[in-house]
């Protein structure tokens, strides 16, 4: 990372949350007979759980945390089990229908209009990325979708990095890995990728105790505008 300037020649987009808005799973929540809060503890246990099956050598696919999580909680609120799979398919459906945030066309056709290439890089499944990227009309904007399932490793693991770098022929310098997560920059950040933050809230609260992101903007258009003009330390 050290003594690099200018812009990578590879931008590496996280999906869920940083390119897909979530919020419409709250909707999903209610109508199984959950609390909209609880989207996104729940979305936060899919990410510890799948954290830890990575560190216990057995990775599964984003989608069996997801559901069985979110079947877990409707058992434990007193959904009844000849209700629970449908509910789970109810709200594991709404995934197929999820649209981008509003900065996400015009940050990455910005990229693009620049030379530089744009993949994304999901713990999720290529396919739900793939829909996404088509019901936004992005999908001709972006190089390669990748899925840590060919991995074989979640992010933030370095092997999920390696990876898409693999893919992509690059060295992990040329890369910037975008997310609004702090915990798969700091994971980029410790692979060697140089790294770019996405806050939404603008509220700038970074956790101390991770690696700093080498940019920062409230949308990904702004950070395009900013990757493209700035000379980065």
């Known amino acids: 990372m050290d003594d690099q300037t200018g812009a990578p020649r590879v931008v590496v987009l996280d999906v869920n949350e940083t390119l897909s808005d979530l919020s419409p799973l709250d909707e999903a929540f209610t ?123 979640w992010k933030p693991a370095a092997a999920a990095y390696a990876h898409a770098l693999e893919e992509c022929g690059v060295e992990a310098h040329e890369a910037m890995l975008v997310a609004v997560h702090p915990w798969d920059i700091d994971g980029a950040a410790r692979a060697g990728l140089r790294t770019g933050w996405v806050d939404r809230s603008g509220r700038d609260a970074y956790p101390t105790h991770l690696r700093a992101p080498e940019l920062r903007a409230p949308s990904l258009a702004e950070l395009a505008g900013d990757l493209l003009t700035a000379e980065l330390k």
Do not use: K, Y
Request: charged residues 20%; hydrophobic residues 50%; proline residues 3%.
């Open 31 to 153: 109508e199984v007979g959950l609390a909209a809060h609880e989207r996104q503890a729940w979305f936060a246990g899919v990410l510890r759980d799948g954290f830890g099956l990575g560190l216990a050598g057995a990775p599964a696919p984003f989608a069996d945390v997801a559901a069985g999580l979110l079947r877990a909680r409707l058992l434990e609120q007193g959904t009844g089990a000849d209700e629970v799979e449908g509910a789970v398919e109810h709200v594991m459906g709404r995934f197929a229908t999820l649209t981008v945030h509003r900065d996400v066309g015009p940050g990455i056709r910005a990229l693009r209009a620049a030379g530089l290439r744009v993949v994304t890089l999901s713990n999720g499944s290529a396919g739900v990325a793939e829909g996404l990227l088509d019901r936004a009309g992005l999908r001709d904007h972006v190089d390669l979708v990748l899925s840590v399932e060919d991995a074989p490793a």
